[in-house]
């Protein structure tokens, strides 16, 4: 996920969340990228020392299926006005807390309610590269993550709690079907710049969204970009969206702070340290009625999914 920076990381990362940060906050922004000089191995502080960090690799054979209760994904049915802007390090969109009825999560094993802050992207140049979590060690082309902040909380707050974020996080994997992110497309070309954005006027939340959102792996990790605080539940979507070849070339036409092609923007994964990944299958409550059977048939349903899911990234 796509939240600034250290030392003054509270401010900052009010500033790109709302992302008034690519024009006030350039020469801070700037020291911190994905290149040679200013790249992952680069980034300082919890980025280097945390225990909790993200992303991960999901390896099936090290997650635990669990009776999560459903996920309540409330007013991502509701259309209203977005702002694309590129960061320097994303296309973000902001603008949801002017929503007449803003997009907010609930349940799915979180602890209260979640509003929706913003959601941005993670690609690569290459095809086979991109997301920055992988399923068995492989990638999908792109990753979006919706950012949510506990309600109740300030953004200051919500850095230095356990939980004072929570992001979804939906991948795509490479298909002819751009109806997921058709409403952006045409408005990617205007944010290429660093600085760069558009306004889009009717953006619905739930087209990013696949069509089965109740299958899940949850884990709880960081934020993906300094200064990679330690507060985000983390919600991987399990069935991925599809994103068209023309779609993810604009997405690699977006320019870095430095003014190079931002050719990627992916933190690569990082050790679980003995953390649990849990697994909600689609229909779980069905399974723990029918008693005896669960433990195998849950087992056989994560692996098969997985090898659907490994299957859909290599299309
Ligand atoms: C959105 O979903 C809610 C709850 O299912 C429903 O009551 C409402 O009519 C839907 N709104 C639109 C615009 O589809
Ligand atoms: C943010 O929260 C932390 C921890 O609660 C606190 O130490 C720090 O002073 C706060 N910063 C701002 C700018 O409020
Ligand atoms: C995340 O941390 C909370 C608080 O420590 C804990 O209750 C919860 O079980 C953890 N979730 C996972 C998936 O490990
Ligand atoms: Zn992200």
Redesign the pocket.
């Known amino acids: 996920m796509d939240v600034d920076c250290r030392g003054t990381a509270?401010?900052m990362l009010l500033l790109v969340l709302f992302n008034y940060g690519a024009s006030t906050a350039h020469g801070h922004d700037a020291h911190w990228g994905y290149e040679a000089d200013n790249g992952p191995d680069t980034w300082p502080e919890l980025c280097k020392t945390g225990t909790r960090q993200s992303p991960i690799n999901i390896n099936p054979s090290f997650v635990d299926y669990a009776n999560i209760p459903k996920m309540h994904f409330v007013n991502y049915n509701r259309s209203h006005a977005v702002t694309l802007k590129n960061n320097g390090h994303s296309v973000t969109a902001t603008g949801f807390e002017k929503w007449p009825e803003r997009p907010y999560i609930y349940g799915g094993g979180l602890d209260g309610v979640y509003e929706l802050v913003q959601f941005h992207f993670h690609w690569s140049a290459l095809d086979h590269q991109g997301s920055e979590h992988t399923l068995g060690s492989l990638s999908y082309p792109l990753e979006a993550h919706f950012v949510h902040l506990k309600k109740g909380m300030t953004l200051?707050?919500s850095l230095?709690s356990d939980d004072g974020l929570a992001v979804v996080g939906v991948f795509f994997a490479q298909g002819n079907d751009g109806r997921p992110l058709r409403p952006l497309e045409r408005s990617l070309q205007d944010s290429y710049a660093f600085g760069g954005g558009a306004e889009i006027h009717n953006f619905l939340p739930f087209e990013m969204l696949p069509e089965n959102h109740q299958v899940f792996y949850r884990y709880n990790g960081s934020l993906t970009t300094p200064g990679c605080n330690e507060a985000v539940v983390w919600t991987l979507l399990a069935e991925p969206v599809t994103v068209t070849e023309v779609q993810l070339n604009r997405l690699r036409k977006h320019l870095s702070t430095s003014g190079r092609l931002l050719t990627q923007n992916y933190r690569p994964v990082q050790p679980l340290n003995g953390r649990r990944v849990l697994f909600r299958p689609h229909n779980f409550d069905l399974m723990f009625a029918s008693g005896g059977a669960i433990y195998q048939m849950s087992k056989a349903l994560v692996g098969f999914l997985s090898l659907l899911l490994l299957t859909a990234s290599l299309m």
Do not use: I, M, V
């Open positions: 509270a401010l200051n707050e230095y």
